[in-house]
């Protein structure tokens, strides 16, 4: 069975700083890797996926996560943050079975 | 805006009562996926309907049902109802029956308060 760890609960970062939220998958066979980030009062919204290929992914609004295998990790990376980018970021993978486990999230502060 | 519809937004129950949750897919969608989310064990996926069957099953209690219409909506019935039952219910949904390759968009989500 997978799972996900992620590492930080809370990231508070400064509005154009960079930000990386690290995440630490666990699987005994190959997984397809994901972040998701919630808005205050929404559903969670896909901003990128790790299926093959090319380690480094890029998604919406800036973000972009490298997957290391030898590391078990899939870090998400922003270099610039602004204040709408306040929210929970959620890792998750599957392992090709149809549920996706999610790690506890991490919530990003972003302040002026 | 997912596509994805959940109503009601909020609910206030009692315990020991019985609630619905309903989840209309976005068009196109054949599998609905439901999940739960507390604080204590974060989000944690109930089950899986594909084309109106069940597809997958997690951590879904047994007062806890669902099914998939043949209209594709989605109802999530919630029975005997505990104070730990509060939490956030998702409803998701995605083209195909496959998470890798089929991406969820979730709804708004249902807030239930057992008191």
């Known amino acids: 069975a997978q799972s996900v760890t992620q590492l930080d609960s809370q990231v508070p970062v400064f509005e154009e700083a960079p930000v990386e939220l690290r995440c630490n998958y666990s699987?005994?066979?190959?997984?397809?890797l994901f972040w998701y980030v919630q808005y205050p009062n929404q559903g969670l919204q896909l901003l990128l996926k790790?299926?093959?290929?090319?380690?480094l992914v890029k998604g919406i609004n800036g973000f972009e996560a490298e997957f290391n295998k030898s590391q078990t990790s899939f870090h998400l990376r922003k270099p610039s943050v602004h204040i709408s980018d306040t929210a929970e970021y959620f890792c998750?993978?599957?392992?090709?079975?149809?549920?996706?486990?999610f790690g506890a999230g991490t919530t990003v502060t972003v302040r002026a | 805006d997912s596509g994805v519809t959940q109503t009601p937004k909020h609910l206030i129950t009692a315990t020991g009562q019985r609630v619905t949750l309903r989840c209309s897919p976005r068009?196109?969608?054949?599998?609905v996926y439901w999940y739960q989310q507390s604080l204590d064990q974060g989000l944690q996926f109930l089950i899986q309907?594909?084309?109106?069957?069940?597809?997958a099953k997690g951590n879904i209690l047994e007062r806890f049902s669902a099914q998939q219409f043949p209209d594709l909506h989605s109802e999530l019935n919630l029975s005997s109802l505990e104070l730990g039952d509060s939490a956030l219910y998702f409803c998701?949904?995605?083209?195909?029956?496959?998470?890798?390759?089929?991406?969820?968009?979730f709804g708004n989500g249902t807030r239930l308060t057992v008191t």
């Open positions: 998701a949904s995605s083209v195909g029956a496959s998470t890798y390759n089929s991406p969820l968009h």
């Open positions: 699987s005994s066979v190959s997984v397809y």
């Open positions: 790790y299926l093959s290929g090319s380690t």
């Open positions: 998750a993978v599957t392992d090709n079975d149809y549920k996706l486990s």
């Open positions: 068009s196109g969608d054949l599998s």
């Open positions: 309907y594909y084309n109106g069957e069940e597809r």
